[in-house]
């Protein structure tokens, strides 16, 4: 098709996308174009943004790294990584969700810890937090033996990949469901943090005047075969940040409760006041049991 006038582009376009063979693949590319280019006719986007919208991609591409991904970086803080991940569950959408964000920082064979252990391996100053989390299906239901991954930040809101004044695994472990579909630990209290503003999406945030920070939580990834693999993060009902999340990824599902407690604890010796407790329960749903790929190594 000669184009002669701007239109002709778009129809020339949706031409060429039909005649992809894969279905879903035709689905996709057709719904793009339409919206691609009906964003590019509403903004009435310029020469000049356009060259610098492709330079920005291509710097985005060039950010990433073993330990960092601009892009997906990116997709959350506009709000599309919580959006695709509340469209696919939930019964695609329509209900609340256990199923959060991955992040960044799960690690591959987290030291097995038995229920009621710790996963404080090297000095960590902070408040004591001991942690309950319970595992059913839609029915109510309690599953026993599923692998859970637990990992989060210190309280000066660092991972331990990132800190190294923090031994390897610090704050990670692996537990197993035990009849009751639960699982029990100690730990100490994480801080919500900034997520990297040195690339193309701090100067976004700055440019449209957004905090970098995501509120403080606890990462949970729950394995079980029959069930569909859940990532999760349950966010501190105290946080300042947790309806501002830089990345969208609170949902009202997700809080929990973490519990202060001014006096000493009554019955593990010198923990001493202030110390948290956090009592939560995930659901999943049936699916296929399949570890995500590790954002980093």
Known sequence: MIIQRQEDV???????????????????????????????????????????????????????????????????SLGVSSLVCLLNNGDNGA?????????????????????????????????????????????????????????????????????????????????????????????????GYPIPTDGVVGRLLKAQDRHPFRPAHVHALVFKEGYKTLTSQVYADDDPNLETDVQFGVTRALVGQFDRHDEPHPSEPGVEAPWYSLDYTFVMEPGEARLPKPPIK
Do not use: C
């Open 95 to 191: 209900t609340e969700t256990s199923q959060s964000l991955l992040g960044p920082f799960w690690r591959l064979n987290s030291p097995r810890v038995a229920n009621g252990g710790s996963i404080i391996r090297s000095d960590t100053p902070g408040p004591t937090m001991f942690v309950t989390m319970r595992v059913v299906d839609r029915e109510g239901q309690r599953i026993a033996g599923a692998k859970i991954d637990i990992w989060h930040s210190s309280p000066v809101g660092l991972y331990e990949n990132q800190d190294p004044d923090q031994a390897d695994m610090n704050l990670r472990g692996k537990f197993t469901t035990d009849a009751d579909g639960r699982i029990w630990f100690r730990s100490v209290k994480p801080a």
């Open 10 to 76: 778009t129809e020339a376009a949706f031409a060429v996308m039909e005649r992809t063979t894969d279905p879903r693949l035709r689905e996709i590319m057709v719904s793009l174009i339409r919206h691609l280019h009906g964003f590019v006719r509403e903004v009435r986007l310029t020469e000049d943004e356009f060259r610098d919208a492709t330079a920005i991609l291509n710097e985005m591409g060039k950010l990433a790294s073993d330990t960092h991904n601009e892009m997906v970086l990116m997709a959350g």
